[in-house]
């Protein structure tokens, strides 16, 4: 079992910046693939990023590609999301995620467990 909680979202104007993180419970953080998620009012949820469980292997959409970066530290049991360059459009609830294996990492459906969620919303 691994128990997800997301913080650092917030308000903040086009351009500007947020840090995500995602703290997890569980001593076998460091052997779960970790994604990112997004979903805006009346969308589906979308795929943002993902990392293996050593870091070694990132992946991003392209709506965030060169602006987002994913990262974790195992020690701390935490994955983060730096976001930069922040647009309208990234405005959401960002959800992390933890898979056991770093596979089909933009489907929500290997993802067995979910954190709550935290809000980020970017105005023009």
């Known amino acids: 079992q691994v128990h997800l909680v997301e913080s650092g979202g917030g308000l903040v104007q086009a351009g500007g910046s947020l840090r995500l993180s995602c703290a997890a419970s569980g001593r076998t953080f460091s052997s779960y693939a970790m994604g990112w998620f997004r979903q805006a009012p009346g969308k589906e949820r979308e795929h943002v990023s993902a990392i293996s469980w050593s870091g070694g292997s990132t992946y991003y959409a392209d709506s965030v590609k060169g602006r987002f970066t994913i990262s974790r530290d195992n020690a701390k049991n935490t994955v983060y999301l730096q976001m930069n360059s922040l647009k309208p459009e990234d405005t959401a609830v960002y959800y992390c995620?933890?898979?056991?294996?770093?596979?089909?990492?933009?489907?929500?459906?290997?993802?067995?467990?979910w954190g709550q969620g935290t809000q980020v919303t970017v105005s023009s």
């Open positions: 995620a933890a898979q056991k294996y770093y596979s089909n990492v933009a489907a929500v459906y290997e993802y067995a467990y």
